[in-house]
């Protein structure tokens, strides 16, 4: 689970701010945050904080965008190697619902192959035509 600790914070604010950085710590109040809790703050929170009027539904969406690249990260690791660690990193990523299967909706939605060549995985991969 991503989460951003109090140490993480404090070492963060070292560093010389952007302007980006700034705009974050403003609208986020993320320094008030830790003077009342010394808890880590979880990602939920995050986006709670950034964006308060969020409905439910976008706050899904955005945590599914960072799982996204979190995936692209994966992939594009110049320690990826295709092992089976990796690729259960991957898996787990992709695997939306988390039921443990990919569908062919997952993996469109994933944005990693388009709707051709996920239909050809499927087709090449499942022989009987069951999806699963």
Known sequence: ???????????????PPTLESLKVLARSKLEQRFRMS???VTLTEFLDLMWP????????????II????????L???NFRGSRDDLKQL???LD??????????????????DRADVEKLVQDADSNQDLQ
């Open 1 to 15: 689970a991503k989460v951003i600790t109090r140490a993480a914070f404090l070492e963060g604010l070292k560093s």
């Open 38 to 40: 010394s808890q880590p």
């Open 53 to 64: 009027t969020a409905k439910p539904a976008d706050r899904e969406w955005m945590q599914r």
């Open 67 to 74: 799982q996204l690249t979190d995936a692209k990260d994966v």
């Open 76 to 78: 594009r690791s110049r």
């Open 91 to 93: 898996y787990d990523i």
């Open 96 to 113: 939306i619902n988390g039921d443990g299967k990919l569908t062919p909706a997952e993996l469109h939605a994933a944005r990693i192959l």
